[in-house]
T-cell receptor, first 114, second 112 residues
Framework: DSGVTQTPKHLITATGQRVTLRCSPRSGDLSVYWYQQSLDQGLQFLIQYYNGEERAKGNILERFSAQQFPDLHSELNLSSLELGDSALYFC?????????????FGEGSWLTVV | GENVGLHLPTLSVQEGDNSIINCAYSNSASDYFIWYKQESGKGPQFIIDIRSNMDKRQGQRVTVLLNKTVKHLSLQIAATQPGDSAVYFCAENGNAGNMLTFGGGTRLMVKP
């Protein structure tokens, strides 16, 4: 158990809908990351937050957004969902965003868009 | 763009043998490398890391080797066990932050 908690574990929704994935980082970790894992793209970095502020952006679509709240939990919002958005979405956390700080991953939220 | 890649998608080894999983990276600015293990239905699990000022680092039954000259990274698992069966990813960090670029993954299958 990495200490990173993600909900829901599984989610099935229709195209055009909007979903919210939730993440609680490990106790004491201030930095949260979101990654997408799909069969054809592998693990792709989406976005990073540190202590409530956006820190870095990766390959995140404009239809997707995220935030980190004062209690450090984070949410990833996916809107206008398309079939191609079906993937595993991982949240990860580290103590701070400095390079070399171990990044611990949650178990993921499996999103299926039908 | 630059990326991290793996030579072999699947590696099959006999239980008790040593395993070697390889990874090539192309970003010469990468300064930090990590190996993750991902079991079916689970998230990536940190195994071992190494910084670019080192060429070898050992953990419990695992060793990571870094050859910066040829931009090559390898993970050695000693006395491979059935519980080692998983997909192994190398990841690199070549930026000022802590964002990881992952390779495509290698599936390790351990035969009893």
């Amino acid at each position: 158990d990495s200490g990173v908690t993600q909900t829901p574990k599984h989610l099935i929704t229709a195209t055009g809908q909007r979903v919210t994935l939730r993440c609680s980082p490990r106790s004491g970790d201030l930095s949260v990351y979101w990654y997408q894992q799909s069969l054809d793209q592998g693990l792709q970095f989406l976005i990073q937050y540190y202590n409530g502020e956006e820190r870095a952006k990766g390959n995140i679509l404009e239809r997707f957004s995220a935030q980190q709240f004062p209690d450090l939990h984070s949410e990833l919002n996916l809107s206008s969902l398309e079939l191609g958005d079906s993937a595993l979405y991982f949240c990860a956390s580290s103590v701070d965003p400095g390079m070399g700080n171990t990044i611990y991953f949650g178990e993921g939220s499996w999103l299926t868009v039908v | 763009g630059e990326n991290v890649g793996l030579h072999l998608p699947t590696l099959s080894v006999q239980e008790g043998d040593n395993s070697i999983i390889n990874c090539a990276y192309s970003n010469s600015a990468s300064d930090y490398f990590i190996w993750y293990k991902q079991e079916s239905g689970k998230g990536p699990q940190f195994i071992i890391d190494i910084r670019s000022n080192m060429d070898k680092r050992q953990g419990q039954r695992v060793t990571v080797l870094l050859n910066k000259t040829v931009k090559h990274l390898s993970l050695q698992i000693a006395a491979t066990q059935p519980g080692d069966s998983a997909v192994y990813f190398c990841a690199e960090n070549g930026n000022a932050g802590n964002m990881l670029t992952f390779g495509g993954g290698t599936r390790l299958m351990v035969k009893p």
